[in-house]
């Protein structure tokens, strides 16, 4: 039999095997976006391929931000596009969010449950069943290929899962502190602007960051409600470019880069949050 | 009667009232995007819908549910969607889990380990696949360089237009983007376990095996099932990374339900017969759904 200490280092050093393993699944193919971002175009369609750029340059990143006039890609204008679209989205969203939240998490009215459950099941609703009626909605209402209709259909993705999320976070705060506001004169209304709503602060910035992460990676919406490419965004920029004859691998690489490093950030940053959040909203109630 | 009565009425009911003041406005947005969109879609597929001559949209009944019967692409794309779901639901589980375990470890570095395996997930989409694209490109891929130069395979592979290896090659992009999610969200159920119970397993002579049998593994039950659920929910529902790889083809290989879909609705033009598919998902999709909230209550009554 084997002794306890031998066993710990066999068990100790599969464990770290797993793990470089698990890191270079993960690391390989997010390595060559980065590497072939920095790659002269030559280096891209050459084989063997090159892991790193023997001579390193700016050269896509350049051209991906130049105007599409001058042969580049546009890129500023796609990422505006993004920028708007999910900031309205995330700030409706929080709006509407939080004061649906709210109210499920301190009140028990008529509809309470089932307005809870309706949240759930539009939470797994596929999009593509909802596609067709809101193009057509859309269509009469004249929203087709405008930014502010996208954010309107996007709130269809965010606002049950956000509002969801919220109310976890609600329901963790004592109702002992709503009372002890009232006692203290204030209204219902008061107290939750002046006692809940800054307790539930780290919650409502990570439902925020949720809502804006969903609508800055969204393609399917973006794709069946935009047209022309001014008003394109970056994930569809870059998903459109798939059909065409010639790709320019450089500047997607580039751009895939430059619309990837902020989100891994923001989930570097706020992942214990997310997690947390993530963990609560989907296995309790 | 007095003022001071009217004030009382006035503030009770506005106490009463409170709730619903604040859900309504969420309540309104949901009901304009999401169910007058369902309520119609289901009204739509009993319909022969013309974009172009709305006036003339003649009532067919369950025409267009007994057509799916015969139509082959149909048929094709729900036999691709059971595969899809099925492969990816499961592998995407098994790694999650091995890496879940692994992660739970208690050795230097594993916190570095943890931040660095959200990446596939907190990539989006459309970047995962072009990556993926560039990676698995016949001439200049890296795929098939390495694999050549290991000598797993001698002549360079067309993944993505050979009709056999584009649905195994949409899974792989499922599944490397997929998986961090699951192993932490099992991560968090496994930090939940109370360190007693493995030593009291321990204490009982049990080994690794069987404390991950006897300990981990029910303890685990609830998350594993939410987990499989939305998993599968999901992926039913998953559009992008088929999409932006192969638009469905090469040759309707790789057109699963949603693609369909899609295509139906917005190539075709056909919104009816479209329609009428995205309510079958909607009933499997319901039937997942009734299950997760019995799930979600049992939890809750714990």
Request: proline share 5%; charged share 15%; with cysteine.
């Amino acid at each position: 039999m084997m002794s306890f200490k031998k066993h710990k280092i066999v068990r100790k050093t599969i464990v770290y095997i797993g793990l470089v393993l698990l890191c270079s699944f993960v690391l390989i193919p997010f390595f060559w976006m980065i590497s072939s971002s920095f790659k002269p175009r030559a280096e891209i369609f050459t084989y063997p391929p090159v892991w790193i750029p023997r001579q390193p340059t700016f050269d896509a990143f350049i051209n991906l931000i130049r105007e599409k006039p001058y042969g580049g890609f546009g890129f500023g204008k796609f990422l505006s596009n993004t920028m708007i679209v999910s900031f309205f989205t995330a700030v409706i969203t929080v709006i509407l969010a939080s004061f649906a939240s709210y109210s499920l998490s301190r009140f028990r009215f008529r509809g309470n449950s089932s307005l809870r459950y309706m949240i759930i099941f539009s939470q797994l609703l596929p999009g593509s069943l909802i596609l067709i009626p809101l193009y057509l909605l859309m269509r009469d209402l004249k929203l087709i290929d405008n930014l502010m209709g996208l954010v309107f259909a996007y709130t269809s993705l965010t606002l049950p899962y956000c509002t969801y999320l919220l109310k976890g976070y609600f329901d963790s705060i004592p109702i002992g502190i709503d009372e002890a506001a009232k006692v203290d004169g204030c209204s219902p209304v008061g107290a939750l602007f002046h006692v809940v709503f800054p307790l539930a602060a780290p919650g409502i910035v990570v439902t925020f960051t949720q809502a804006l992460i969903l609508s800055w990676n969204e393609f399917m919406f973006a794709l069946t409600f935009l047209n022309s490419y001014e008003n394109w965004t970056v994930p569809l920029a870059l998903g459109s470019s798939r059909g065409q004859y010639l790709i320019d691998w450089g500047y997607l690489f580039a751009g895939s880069v430059l619309i990837t490093i902020p989100i891994v950030i923001i989930f570097l940053l706020l992942q214990k949050y997310i997690v947390q959040g993530l963990v609560s909203g989907a296995v309790k109630g | 009667m007095s003022k001071k009565g009217i004030k009382l009425i006035n503030n009770k009911i506005r106490k009463k009232s409170l709730p619903y003041v604040l859900v309504l406005p969420m309540v309104v947005m949901m009901t304009i995007v999401i169910l007058y969109p369902v309520i119609k879609t289901v009204g739509m597929s009993f319909f022969e819908n013309y974009l172009a001559r709305p006036s003339v949209n003649p009532f067919v009944g369950l025409k267009h549910y007994l057509n799916f019967f015969d139509n082959k692409y149909f048929i094709n794309s729900i036999i691709i969607t059971i595969k899809y779901v099925a492969i990816t639901v499961l592998l995407r589980f098994v790694i999650g889990l091995i890496a879940a375990l692994l992660l739970n470890e208690n050795v230097k570095g594993v916190g570095i380990v943890r931040s660095i395996v959200v990446i596939p997930w907190a990539m989006p989409v459309v970047v995962v696949c072009l990556l993926f694209v560039q990676m698995f490109d016949f001439q200049y891929g890296i795929f098939n360089y390495m694999l050549t130069s290991i000598g797993i395979i001698k002549e360079p592979v067309k993944w993505l237009s050979d009709k056999n290896l584009a649905l195994p090659v949409a899974m792989f992009v499922n599944i490397w983007k997929g998986w961090p999610w699951v192993a932490i969200m099992l991560l968090a159920g496994l930090q939940g376990i109370q360190k007693e119970q493995y030593e009291a397993a321990e204490i009982d002579g049990a080994g690794y095996f069987k404390q991950f049998w006897y300990v981990t593994l029910p303890t685990l039950k609830p998350v594993t099932l939410t987990v499989f659920i939305l998993l599968m929910v999901w992926t039913i529902k998953d559009f992008d990374i088929v999409y932006v790889l192969n638009k469905g083809g090469p040759a309707h290989a790789t057109e699963h339900i949603t693609i369909f879909i899609y295509q139906k609705a917005f190539e075709a033009l056909r919104m009816g017969e479209a329609s009428a598919a995205g309510v079958l998902v909607l009933i499997v999709t319901m039937i997942f759904t009734i299950f997760y909230l019995r799930l979600l209550d049992r939890t809750d009554n714990e």
